[in-house]
């Protein structure tokens, strides 16, 4: 079992360059969700899928967010004209879909100067 | 409008007495809790569960308690230990919102030798 695992871990880009994330869930798992942590605060839902269809977006992914989960195995996150407040730790977690308990990857760190 | 509360940003407790984190929440819809456990530079792992029709539910050195009418739950970790030192989240999910997790903003917990 690999686990959940992201890339790149650690991001920095200047504002308004244009991003993109990887997740790998583990492989069995049809639900991919993604979040977003900032210091001193928990993880904040964004979207989830299963398996390649994305079923629900927060209001707080703008319209510079996308994400992707093309044949239900990995998963992107593009952030386009990046923002200093995009600034963050985006989480990526996954889980079978009769589960509620998500397994997190470690996360990629985002500073946008 | 904060729908997981934990009060307590910060908890410090000796090694081998009793930690009690508390979390609060709002949403009547949700039916199942949860708690992770976050090291530094690593994404939350899932540590213990509740279901809703139940008050406890233990498993090792951690219970966690649900007091459904209070819209209150509580980590009880006995004998707590230096390893346990981590930031602990309380995390609450709904059936009806396909297991999406509604997290607090977490309890650095600190566990003195």
């Known amino acids: 079992d690999t686990g959940v695992s992201q890339d790149p871990r650690h991001k920095i880009t200047k504002r308004g360059q244009n991003v993109t994330f990887r997740c790998d869930p583990i492989s069995e798992h049809n639900r991919l969700y993604w979040y977003r942590q900032t210091l001193g605060q928990g993880p904040e839902f964004l979207t989830y899928?299963?398996?390649?269809?994305?079923?629900?977006k927060s209001r707080l992914l703008s319209d510079r967010f996308s994400a992707e989960r093309p044949k239900g195995s990995f998963s992107t996150l593009e952030i386009q004209r990046t923002e200093q407040g995009d600034s963050a730790m985006y989480l990526c977690?996954?889980?079978?879909?009769?589960?509620?308990?998500?397994?997190f990857g470690p996360g990629t760190r985002l500073t946008v100067t | 409008d904060q729908q997981v509360k934990q009060n307590s940003p910060s908890l410090s407790v000796q090694e081998g007495r009793i930690s009690i984190l508390n979390c609060d929440y709002t949403?009547?819809?949700?039916?199942?809790f949860l708690w992770y456990k976050k090291y530094p530079a690593e994404g939350p792992t899932f540590l213990i569960s509740i279901s809703s029709i139940k008050d406890k539910n233990e498993d090792g050195r951690f219970t966690v308690f649900l007091n459904k009418s209070a819209k209150h739950l509580s980590l009880h970790i006995v004998p707590s230990q230096p390893g346990d030192s981590a930031v602990y989240f309380c995390a609450a999910s709904a059936l009806t919102n396909a297991g999406k997790s509604t997290f607090g903003d977490g309890t650095t917990l600190t566990v003195k030798p």
């Open positions: 949403n009547s819809m949700f039916d199942y």
């Open positions: 977690a996954s889980s079978l879909v009769r589960d509620y308990e998500q397994y």
């Open positions: 899928f299963q398996n390649e269809a994305q079923l629900e």
